[in-house]
């Protein structure tokens, strides 16, 4: 498709295969939004990422290497230069240019046909929760899926929310990506606990007493456990790790932990801050940080918390992270990378079988020319964090790297037009920083994908995510570098298509569900099994993760929601108010879940797969 030199499509092709042209207000305001009233063009870039090995003339200067040494260069690059980010200084410029040498491929998977549990956290309580799922209950989760075959456990996103109230429910709409939410703390097990004495045990009875509900108290949790961690902190003396952590975080934590405090005494969005708050780098927010040190201190500290907790969770079973596609306008990233963004712009999709109208997320984008002359520092950090414990990362909406969908605020997502990224470059720091990480990566590549960007997905390692309910053919004729599933979040479970109810659900809220999407699912799965319209429930479950064993993929995943038989999906796209997103429990606790035989015989399906074990056959 055409773009024009600030990388902006001129035109489209949407899901439906119909081309459609870019509104020329949208390509004004877009233009707008990058700078561009002034120039022709964007000024030049000033990092350069490449493939360790590949020749590259970059002419006479000096390379200092990120371990300090440094290397004289007469006019290209040596073949041997180490991973990592580097500085090249050409003699005949005064501006230092990035250096990131990348490995150019993401690990793979260690199992050629492995397994996971993917679970929402926050839905998978157990007796001891606070009226939510938490770092020990993940790490309980892992003990059980390893001892049932698991290779790795799939989570929903532990990105940082504002600790403000209300608390925001969505796990794809954070402050941060860089930092995550303690709202997944097991209080219990931070030191201390112990001999908190009796308030501590009055708030866990109230935390607890919320598991009665099925439906997730957010607030209530934030506020007990606010309250409890407040009473902890008043008694930490320090530590060593901590000091640590505070030290490799740095800058960041701390900017991070700014944020965090301002947005306790002046609201969650930034925006609406006194304006000598509203950027990281004005004189009162130096000020805020020297007379709210304490608070600061908190903030990191819950971080570290966080980060304790979560390690123990992952020597249980490698866990496999989860990235949303962006952040909060007002948030903590928006606010500290503020100088990189369009703020006028939001991030959303066009038209397509599913969401016939168009998506607007609310996100904001990244300029590309402000990104790549920042050496690219944003993205890499939240690559970094979302890898950091990671056995396995899962990037959402990956197309993203190559293209996104800017619609201009108050504008309609069919006003919307695709803005061009460096794909090349982020790509290849996904793998760098992968490769550091020892994890292998999910290209959530669903809906209207080009093939170029498969092909460059395929290049550099990344597994493609394939759906049943969205694919046309059999699993058996998956690629085998992709990590198959039935359903994800946004989609209905098995036990919601299977009985109508998903289709009743989403009417009953005032949506205008895609019958003939449904019906093909169900006809398409009805062909490919023994099935029939009234099979009972769980034998069309265990039918159909037969099925899913039959994926040639390197790995495949299976949702809790699906071996309890829930009929309601975690997240119904289009909607805010209307249905209870993010926020309803499993109908089970881990203890119950343990003993439940439908997870067991399902885990015995997938553990079996790719040996002489049981596969679905038709009858």
């Not at 839905?123 to 209950?137: H, K, N, V, Y």
């Not at 320090?238 to 700014?258: K, P, V």
């Not at 039918?543 to 390197?554: D, K």
């Not at 343990?594 to 997870?599: A, I, V």
Request: glycine content about 6%; some cysteine; aromatic content about 8%.
């Amino acid at each position: 498709m055409t773009t024009d030199a600030w990388g902006i499509h001129l035109e489209y092709e949407d899901a439906f295969r119909n081309k459609r042209q870019s509104p020329q207000s949208t390509i004004d305001a877009i233009r707008q939004a990058m700078g561009a009233t002034d120039r022709d063009e964007p000024p030049p870039p000033r990092s350069l990422v490449i493939r360790r090995g590949d020749m590259c003339n970059v002419g006479a200067g000096e390379v200092f290497l990120e371990d300090g040494s440094s290397l004289a260069i007469e006019s290209s690059l040596p073949p041997g230069l180490p991973l990592g980010y580097h500085q090249f200084q050409p003699h005949d410029q005064e501006e230092a240019a990035s250096l990131i040498i990348s490995p150019g491929a993401c690990p793979l998977p260690a199992g050629r046909h492995s397994w996971a549990w993917a679970v929402q956290l926050y839905a998978t309580r157990s007796q001891a929760s606070w009226g939510i799922g938490d770092l020990a209950d993940l790490r309980e989760l892992a003990r059980w899926s390893k001892q049932l075959g698991a290779s790795v456990l799939m989570i929903n996103p532990l990105h940082a929310a504002a600790p403000v109230l209300p608390q925001e429910v969505s796990p794809y709409y954070p402050t941060s990506r860089s930092f995550r939410n303690p709202i997944y703390l097991r209080i219990e097990e931070i030191r201390g606990a112990g001999e908190a004495g009796f308030k501590l045990a009055e708030l866990a009875a109230a935390g607890r007493a919320l598991n009665s509900q099925r439906q997730i108290d957010r607030d209530e949790v934030f506020r007990l456990k606010r309250t409890a961690l407040e009473a902890l902190f008043a008694s930490f003396a320090g530590d060593a790790r901590f000091d640590a952590y505070l030290d490799n975080l740095g800058a960041s934590l701390s900017n991070f932990a700014t944020f965090c405090a301002v947005a306790e005494q002046h609201g969650r969005d930034y925006r609406d801050w006194p304006a000598e708050y509203r950027h990281p780098h004005n004189a009162a927010v130096s000020a805020f940080r020297d007379q709210h040190a304490k608070r600061l201190r908190f903030h990191a500290w819950l971080q570290w918390l966080i980060d304790e907790q979560l390690t123990a969770a992952a020597r249980e079973l490698p866990i496999m992270q989860d990235l949303a596609v962006g952040f909060d306008p007002g948030g903590a990233d928006a606010w500290m990378w503020q100088d990189l963004l369009a703020r006028d712009m939001s991030v959303g999709a066009p038209p397509d079988l599913h969401n016939p109208w168009g998506q607007d997320w609310g996100l904001p984008p990244f300029i590309p020319h402000k990104l790549e002359r920042a050496a690219f520092e944003p993205f890499v950090q939240t690559i970094r964090a979302a890898l950091a414990h990671a056995g396995g990362l899962r990037i959402d909406h990956t197309m993203g790297l190559f293209r996104l969908f800017w619609i201009p605020q108050g504008g309609k997502p069919t006003d919307g037009a695709f803005v061009t990224y460096p794909a090349q470059a982020l790509l290849d720091i996904v793998a760098l920083e992968s490769h550091r990480a020892g994890a292998f990566v999910v290209a959530e590549d669903l809906g209207t994908v080009q093939d170029y960007m498969r092909d460059a997905f395929m290049k550099h390692q990344m597994l493609s995510y394939r759906l049943l309910w969205l694919e046309d053919e059999a699993p058996s004729t998956y690629p085998e570098r992709s990590m198959a599933a039935v359903t994800t979040h946004d989609l209905f479970t098995i036990a919601g298509l299977w009985n109508g109810s998903d289709f009743r659900h989403q009417e009953s809220i005032g949506l205008q569900p895609h019958r003939e999407a449904v019906d093909e699912v169900m006809d398409r799965i009805t062909k490919l099994t023994d099935l029939v319209a009234d099979s009972p429930l769980p034998e069309v479950a265990m039918t159909v993760h037969r099925l899913l064993a039959e994926a040639n993929s390197m790995v495949v995943a299976a949702t809790l929601e699906d071996a309890l038989l829930v009929e309601e999906r975690p997240n119904m796209p289009g909607t805010t108010d209307q249905w209870p997103n993010w926020r309803i429990a499993l109908p089970a606790t881990i203890e119950e879940i343990q003993k439940h035989s439908l997870p067991r015989q399902i885990a015995e399906v997938l553990t079996k797969r790719g040996g002489d074990g049981e596969t679905y056959t038709r009858r």
